[in-house]
């Protein structure tokens, strides 16, 4: 098939490594950025260990090293765990498994731009259920059953939610999971940006019966450079599958970046703890802002992640808006990436310094109020 054109990484690619480098980055939606020198002196590890590391394949799961790190994180076994190329990887895979003829997948609306053409590439159709503004972007378990059907063979649930920031009650995931079991139905939680909250911090879903998870480093760990995620699956035959797909598409991980993924993972404290202090100091600043210009913008607070995604209460396209804040140095996302127009996507979790700034620029921006594209 042919994919549709990919606008997020178009946008991000024409602003995020141009020259001179944008001054503000509020479109990323990872947190801030780590060097491998800033990594590597975290406990004092010479960086000249890498220089031991053999640079041949990786087992097509993933070093055990690594695998009992990440089975940490969520305390599971970790046979339970199967590394792969980000996240990205990990659905891709999913949706393999999902893939037979006339079968469909159910997915949350807004999503990921990647999502619906990467399940299309599989053959499968695509259902969804919205995250309303009118409740919140509350998640709701009957919602999500309502657009499953018997051609369903795979339910994703993302959760803090991109780009909304919307996290799934427990109670209800919980009761979503059994639902589905009863209809033999799996259901994917994608939880990249676990454990980032601000309020409660809910369980990872890893444990519940029939429950799959994904997750990778790039988005609350703060490493996306690493290309490093994973499932936890503790069905073995789906696993089994899962590794020779694996195995087929990118025979397997770099024994380089799988040995640095690890020294974070030793490392995770100070990892999280800078990416939940940026975050919580910019979520703030972002909630003044979103008070200030309550006569233009509508907007919810996210309970989790690192990214918003406020709207122009004209309903107005936030494209030239965009490009008006991309000329005065301020990157955000506009809506029409995520197929919704009147919003766009704000990133908080990657700028360490200088959010104060952005938001005055922005601020100036949105007084000109531009309608059209120039």
């Known amino acids: ?8 990484d178009r946008w991000l690619s024409a602003y995020e490594h141009a ?12 947190g801030p950025d780590w060097t ?3 990594l590597m002196s975290l406990a004092g590890e010479p960086l000249a260990a890498l220089g031991d590391i053999r640079l041949s394949y990786a087992p097509a799961q993933g070093s055990k090293e690594l695998r009992t790190l990440v089975a940490r994180l969520y305390d599971v076994d ?4 199967a590394l792969t190329t980000g996240a990205s990887e990990a659905l891709v895979a999913e949706y ?8 469909s997948i159910v997915l949350p609306a807004p999503m990921y731009p990647a999502m619906v053409p990467m399940a299309q590439a599989w053959g499968l159709k695509v259902a969804t259920y919205r995250l309303e503004r009118a409740s919140g972007f509350a998640y709701s378990a009957d919602r999500v059953l309502a657009a499953v059907d018997e051609t369903t063979r795979l339910v994703v649930v993302i959760t803090p939610h991109n780009p909304t920031g919307s996290v799934i009650a427990f109670g209800e995931l919980a009761r979503l999971a059994a639902q589905l079991a009863e209809r033999r139905i799996p259901l994917l939680v994608d939880e990249v940006y676990h454990p980032l909250y601000f309020g409660t911090r809910p369980p990872s879903a890893a444990k519940l019966p029939n429950a799959v998870v994904v997750s990778d480093l790039s988005k609350a760990f ?8 994973w499932v936890i699956e503790p069905d073995a035959e789906r696993r089994e599958r899962l590794v020779d797909l694996r195995s087929y598409i990118s025979v397997s991980g770099s024994p380089l970046t799988e040995a640095v993924a690890a020294y974070a993972l030793r490392n995770v404290e100070p990892i999280l703890g800078r990416l939940n202090g940026v975050a919580r100091a910019n979520l ?3 909630e003044q802002f979103m008070g200030m210009h309550r006569a233009d913008l509508g907007w919810i607070s996210p309970t989790g992640g690192t990214v918003a995604f406020p709207w122009l209460l004209d309903e107005r396209d936030t494209r030239p808006l965009c490009r008006a804040l991309a000329k ?3 990157l955000f996302a506009p809506g029409d990436c995520f197929d919704a127009p009147a919003h766009f996507r704000i990133g908080f979790g990657r700028l360490a310094h200088g959010i104060d700034d952005a938001l005055q620029i922005a601020s100036q921006v949105l007084r000109r109020a531009p309608s059209s594209d120039s």
């Open 328 to 330: 005065e140095g301020v």
């Open 1 to 8: 098939m042919r994919l549709p054109v990919f606008l997020l």
């Open 222 to 229: 703060s490493l996306p450079g690493l290309r490093i995620g």
């Open 284 to 286: 703030s600043a972002l």
């Open 19 to 30: 020259v001179p480098e944008m001054r503000y980055n509020l479109a990323s939606s990872a």
């Open 36 to 38: 491998l020198n800033d």
């Open 96 to 103: 393999c498994l999902a893939s037979e003829p006339g079968a």
């Open 78 to 81: 970790p046979d339970w765990v």
